[in-house]
């Protein structure tokens, strides 16, 4: 780490906190350019963001912190930022991850707190405010699949078979943006909400990327997470609650069977980016982390996409051409009794 960024960062906390008699400790890194430290100062804590302006854009952070905190969803307050150096002091969550207090009896309560928070932000209007989740945003997400796996398989696929790939995704891209359009997180799983000491809310993380997009897209991130895994039929249970919590709007001409197949090609969307995305960041980025998690997704794709006769031909593909290659260099799944 260049001790010049070291210096800057003393400095700018001295200056921020009229005191230089803070602890600071740096946290494991992410996917990202970005690095935090928890920083002490007597008996309070803080949470430092250090994005190194060449490398990391904090401003789309800052701007989405803000407008969420001003309506009420629980993301960390902002103590103090200076953009131009790419540092920015936050409220403190604690350490508690909520993938780390998930299990058979715990997850129902959770969850069900998740989905009415999530209801929450969906109800919030943020189109003028926010990016739209386009077409084209759509399909440049499961083109990962085949600018990134498929070349890591030596998979070159024929006209035939990209002409069949680019309808499958065509498919999808068009199914997603029919779906209400709503705030989205974007990554609202098990990794991205905090249980906050004496707090019922969850903390929401990660917020950054932000769009406008299908409602059933948080949802799935969170009941289909690519880091754990639940019964099939529980998921489709959850998918009850949240629908249940749903404003009218949103159930016209939509009853749960239509809701259930819009969550359903909503989550092969987000499954076939995840598959190009961890491929990308072991192949680009050199983080093999998310390598083993690969066949989770892979299986979740597998499994989601079967009664939808418009991706049969694609699925035949995947199950023909990439799974046998797959296998060999990614490994197989194997579910949980």
Known sequence: MNTQREQLIQTWLQATLQSDQFEISFLAGDASFRRYARVKLQNKTYMLMDAPPEKEDCVPFVTIDEFFDKHGVRVPHIVAKDLDQGLLLLEDFGDVVLS???NDTTVDQYYAQSFKQLIELQQIDAKEYLPEYSYDKLMSEMRLLTDWMLPSLNIQPSEQQL???EQAFDFLAVEATQQPQVIVHRDFHSRNLMK???????GVIDFQDAV???DTYDLISITRDAYVQWNADRVYEWFGVFYNLLPAAAKENRNFEQFKRDADLMAIQRHLKILGIFVRLFERDGKSGYLKDLPRVMWYLLEESQGYDELNDF???IRDVVMPKFIIKYGDYEVAA
């Open 315 to 317: 699925m035949q593909f």
């Open 100 to 102: 780390t207090l998930l």
């Open 196 to 202: 906050i000491e004496n707090e019922q809310e969850l």
């Open 212 to 214: 406008i997009g299908a």
């Open 163 to 165: 002409e069949t790939i």
